[in-house]
């Protein structure tokens, strides 16, 4: 790898891992057009480190909150129809998060028997079509109860959690379109889904990348130290603005729009993998 490697991997981590695309398809794909193979140790780390990269973008973007939730800062309380309303706790985090974190932990051997380039592809057709009924269902068939994070009921925090769980066992799926539409399917706003997901991110990438990280720290040489910072920075940077991005835009760009993408994307994982 060289740095011109490091800084095209870099930007795609940074411009997928939140949206619900699939990051783990398109590192396979730009991996393989570059020429490199994605399964070696030292590529292996180099994903992590720019994993953290744009874990630290979230944290960032999401500081103020995780300040609140860890009580560190106090803010006035809401006032919904003249009545304090509760804001989002730790409790919804942990719920969201646990089921993951428990499937991840007692099955980690068998989700690894479970990845390769052939499960990626379906994953992202039919982590598509899941995104599209999702929005359907939102649309027609749900009556929305949170509109915002600190709607969100304890309850709908631990389906979101749920759903997750279909990303962890299926790789390609998206962890945040899985997140996403179980939150839409679950009663929540589109932006509150979104929101939630990028939020229980933080805990459950650190989590991930940390466990990794112990297994791959020999991995940390001179040789490949600047082309590991190198990605991290510009991981960081394109995710930032991206999660920014999103956010801002979300009432333009629909989990439809993503799930065409990913049924394009899909095809040229085909030619270009599979083939």
Not at 43 to 62: N, R
Not at 199 to 220: D, H, N, Q, T, V
Not at 223 to 246: H, K, P, Q, R
Request: aromatic share 14%; charged share 15%.
């Amino acid at each position: 790898m060289d740095f011109i490697a490091s800084i095209i991997l870099g930007i795609v981590e940074g411009l997928t891992e939140f949206i619900p695309v699939s990051s783990t398809g398109h590192m396979i794909l730009t991996a393989k057009v570059m020429g490199y193979d994605d399964q070696t140790p030292i590529m292996k780390t180099f994903e992590i480190v720019i994993q953290l990269g744009a874990i630290l973008a979230i944290a960032i973007v999401y500081w103020s909150r995780i300040m609140n939730l860890l009580g560190w800062s106090h803010s006035e309380p809401l006032i919904k129809q003249g009545v304090p309303k509760k804001r989002l706790n730790l409790m919804h985090v942990i719920l969201g998060i646990a089921p993951a974190l428990t499937v991840a932990f007692f099955a980690k051997d068998f989700i690894k028997g479970l990845f390769s380039a052939q499960t990626v592809l379906y994953a992202l057709v039919a982590g598509g079509i899941f995104m599209m009924f999702a929005e359907w269902y939102n649309k027609t068939k749900s009556r929305i109860t949170a509109h915002d994070m600190d709607d969100l009921t304890y309850k709908q925090a631990l389906l979101i959690g749920l759903y997750q769980i279909i990303s962890v066992l299926w790789p390609g799926f998206s962890r945040s379109g899985s997140t996403i539409s179980g939150g839409m399917l679950s009663g929540v706003s589109y932006k509150a889904a979104a929101d939630f997901s990028f939020l229980i991110a933080i805990p459950i990438m650190c989590a991930a990348a940390g466990y990794e990280l112990l297994k791959s720290y020999r991995y940390f040489t001179t040789d490949v130290l600047g082309l590991f910072i190198t990605g991290f920075i510009v991981s960081f940077v394109v995710a930032y603005f991206v999660v920014l991005a999103f956010m801002k835009l979300i009432q333009k760009i629909r989990l439809t729009h993503f799930a065409i993408y990913r049924f394009v994307l899909a095809a040229v994982f085909w030619l270009f993998i599979m083939q």
